[in-house]
């Protein structure tokens, strides 16, 4: 019996906030606008891709990158990593000297088995790939940052880096 009075107060609970919905509807009632609050501009022809930017090659961004903008951009990598010499490592491993090391040689840092199995040197080029998209270089990787879509960035950031020495 008592499981008969719980169940019917749940039911005319729920009767009552249904009925107070539709009441609460016909009391307000809206009408439908005429013609869109808010026009989105569409393009005439949204079937055509836009044409992406010419991108230079590598080097050509190397050539104007500058150490100074790279410290400021990778401030956003100083979250994760160290930067000086001697300093220890953070989340991510110490960044000073990575320009021309080997992958994973950081000492006391714990790399992933995905960057220890890639092999190789740091370059400027290899550190451009990683920095585009690092889950894409090396997948598997630890490193969870979603990289720098600018080439610009990229390379003032490299050389940054190179500049630690």
């Known amino acids: 019996m008592e499981t008969n009075k719980l169940l019917a107060a749940i039911l005319v609970?729920?009767?009552?906030?249904?009925?107070?919905?539709?009441?609460?509807?016909?009391?307000?009632?809206?009408q439908h606008l005429k013609k869109d609050a808010f026009a989105i501009a569409v393009p005439k022809q949204a079937t055509t891709a836009a044409a992406a930017p010419k991108l230079l090659p590598f080097k050509d961004y190397m050539a104007k990158a500058d150490a100074n903008r790279g410290k400021q951009t990778a401030q956003v990598c100083g979250a994760c990593h160290i930067f000086t010499k001697g300093g220890g490592n953070g989340i991510g491993p110490n960044l000073f000297g990575v320009v021309g090391s080997k992958l994973a040689d950081v000492p006391g840092f714990a790399f992933s088995d995905a960057i220890k199995a890639k092999g190789g040197t740091w370059t400027a080029e290899r550190l451009n790939t990683w920095l585009t998209d690092p889950q894409k270089f090396i997948p598997g990787t630890k490193m969870t940052f979603a990289g720098l879509p600018d080439p610009q960035d990229r390379a003032d950031v490299i050389k940054y880096l190179q500049s630690l020495k």
Do not use: D
């Not at 609970?13 to 809206?30: D, V």
């Open 13 to 30: 609970a729920g009767i009552i906030a249904m009925m107070s919905g539709f009441i609460s509807k016909e009391l307000t009632p809206t």
